[in-house]
């Protein structure tokens, strides 16, 4: 479970399970979130959007059970949507409507004041950095600007938790980049809990320091990014002073298979079918490779799992 | 602080818990408030309106001037029966009118529900403390405030105006019934036309279809309840033409006379609860779909 167990968690599922008809969508599926930005990483159709319409109240659990914020859904529905901002992924927009009415009207429909919602839209608008356009119809907006208002009319309420449910998609890269600069803002200076939805990797590795990965409806893996991405013992990344192509001959004498790198570095493997204490041994054999080499090492390290590789092996897995 | 230069921060204003569906149907009004051809339908109609009013003006003048009006040659006025205030003329008034409303109605209720399910607007919503009743509530009292304030509202209006210029008590005791009449018929106009209108835009993805589709049941309906009527030599069945059953009960509410009231006035209005409930029932099945899909 995602939390050490010591707050109340905002999201707690205990063995939800939804389905459309025959079709499973979510398989009891259990974990608690507190708070921070968490990562929802599935493949498609692996149950993330199913998820979050689950935690809204769109889709009902057949089995299992759903709160937020301590309250049970859909019971609590109305007073638990008070505190949720939701991003969908689908394009959203008011052609006709400019884009503070249409967030005055979005501030109205959760209750505020027409003042208060005018003030919010425009307080919205601003930190979403979108400028005099917002008094232009939405039918002109382009695709960024319309995901801009979208995540503008989930925070015109200032709730305690956002799903953003594909946040980037349609963006171009600078889009991209800005997007997730101020989703990383909203669950960092701003003390948001943010549940982000994607299947782009680099999109959650940017924002979350958590991830929930999902696949065919099951959740199966969960934790802490840098604990999924553990460094490896069985890959090292090394680059010595000098006389490289005499020590990749040692190290190719020793058995080890290298790769060279990008800027000067080798990535130093045990040959295949090397045994634990082939593997075990791996650093004081590169060493033993360079002294032979008459060389000195100046960068040495283990290789980090990716998160990638984390995911593919969940995935696999799953 | 200039409002341009402010940013996101904690609110802490207060939030408003009922009448969420009020500001569904502010908004759904507003919206229409800015479209030119809605702007232009509704002058239209206000024009119509502006006739009546004229010839109440001019009844006014007749009486306290009959016998200039006699002098002058113009004495045949009194004869006319469409320059008479009586309940006949308000009976007329909401029969043309009719036509103008439902053409609004049209134009205002095809795309209410239908854009925003085109649009991605329903997750948005029902994100937000909003419930489908809401929704559907706010709806509804938008299209039906809109056709009232274009029937019912000018009705009561030229009962006012027409009691006011005769200041007159009895004329009031006598004519009072006028009142709730048009309002029972301009209800019996608008309000199955404005449901109609919008469980075809709940059923339907494009405004335009939507509207056809309201047009082709209403002539579609009236085509077959002629065409039985006439085939079969029994005015009851013309109860199958909502048009004509709305007529129907207009007649009974002013207790005018005509064809049309050789059918049962028990069918036709058990014709119209028929029509109104399911429509009803439509939009409410589509709208809560769209909150609780499964």
Redesign the interface.
């Known amino acids: 479970m995602i939390g050490t167990g010591r707050r109340m968690a905002l999201i707690e599922l205990e063995d939800v399970r ?3 008809g025959d079709l499973v969508a979510l398989d009891g599926v259990s974990c608690a979130i507190e708070g921070g930005a968490v990562g929802l990483l599935g493949p498609n159709g692996a149950g993330k959007s199913t998820l979050i ?1 689950t935690l ?5 659990a057949s089995s299992g059970r759903v709160s937020l914020f301590g309250k049970a859904m ?1 019971r609590h529905a ?2 638990v ?2 505190g ?3 991003m ?1 992924e ?8 400019s884009a503070v009415n249409f967030l005055t ?2 501030g ?6 027409y003042l ?1 919602a005018m ?2 839209a ?3 608008l ?2 979403v950095r979108l400028g005099d356009s917002r008094y232009r119809l939405m039918e002109t907006y382009s695709t960024g600007m319309l995901q801009r208002v ?1 995540l503008a ?1 989930a ?1 015109i ?2 709730p305690k938790l956002v799903l953003l449910d594909e946040p980037t998609n349609g963006l171009d890269p600078t889009g991209r980049i800005q997007m997730l600069d101020l989703i990383r803002d909203i669950a960092g200076r ?1 003390g948001v809990a943010v549940l982000l939805s994607s299947h782009l990797l680099p999109d959650v590795q940017h924002v979350c320091d958590r991830v929930i990965m999902i696949n065919n409806g099951r959740i199966v893996q969960e934790g802490r990014i840098d604990e999924l991405t553990t460094p490896r013992d069985d890959l090292f990344e090394v680059r010595v002073r000098d006389r490289e192509a005499v020590f990749c001959a040692a190290l190719d004498r020793a058995g080890m298979v290298w790769k060279a790198e990008r800027g000067g570095n080798l990535i130093v493997s045990p040959g295949n079918g090397a045994g634990t204490s082939e593997i075990s041994n791996l650093k004081s054999q590169i060493s033993e490779a360079a002294r032979a080499a008459g060389t000195h090492i100046r960068h040495f390290r283990p290789v980090r799992r990716s998160l990638e590789e984390a995911f593919m092996d969940a995935v696999g897995r799953g | 602080m200039p ?9 802490d ?1 207060t ?3 009922h009448f ?1 569906w009020w ?2 149907a502010e ?1 759904e009004l507003r ?1 229409l408030a ?2 030119r051809i809605f702007k232009g339908l509704v002058l239209i109609a206000l024009l119509h309106c502006l006739f009546y009013v004229l010839i109440i003006l001019l009844n006014e003048v007749y009486r306290s001037n009959q016998e200039l009006f006699r002098q002058s040659g113009l004495g045949f006025l009194t004869q006319v029966r469409e320059f008479m205030v009586d309940e006949r003329l308000f009976y007329m008034f909401l029969r043309f009118q009719s036509g103008l409303a439902f053409l609004i109605l049209i134009y205002a209720g095809s795309g209410a529900i239908s ?1 925003d399910f085109v ?3 329903m ?9 489908w009743i809401d929704y559907t509530l706010g709806k509804c009292c938008a299209l039906v405030l809109l056709g009232l304030s274009l029937t019912a509202l000018p009705a009561v209006l030229f009962l006012a105006l027409h009691n006011a210029l005769l200041a007159d008590l009895d004329q009031l005791a006598a004519n009072w019934w006028w009142g709730p009449a048009s309002v029972g018929f301009a209800s019996a106009i608008v309000v199955p036309a404005a449901l109609c209108v919008l469980a075809a835009s709940a059923l339907s993805r494009s405004q335009r279809y939507a509207a056809i589709a309201v047009f082709m049941v209403v002539i579609a309906s009236s085509t077959m309840g002629v065409l039985l009527a006439q085939m079969l030599r029994d005015p009851q069945y013309l109860i199958v033409s909502v048009p004509m059953v709305v007529n129907r009960i207009g007649l009974a509410c002013f207790r005018q006379r005509g064809y049309l009231t050789r059918i049962d006035l028990g069918l036709s209005l058990g014709m119209l609860v028929l029509v109104c409930v399911t429509a009803f029932w439509i939009i409410c099945r589509a709208v809560r779909r769209a ?4």
């Open positions: 939804v389905a459309y319409r809204l109240g769109f889709n009902r859909p109305l007073e949507r008070l949720i901002g939701y969908p689908r394009e959203v927009s008011s052609p006709k409507v009207y979005c109205r429909l959760i209750g505020m004041s208060d003030e919010r425009h307080e919205a601003s930190y979208k009319q925070l309420h200032d701003r | 409002i341009y230069s402010q940013t996101y921060r904690t609110y204003g939030l408003r818990r969420r500001t569904v908004q919206l800015r479209a854009n649009n991605n607007l997750e948005v919503y029902f994100a937000k403390p909003l419930t909150e609780v899909a499964a």
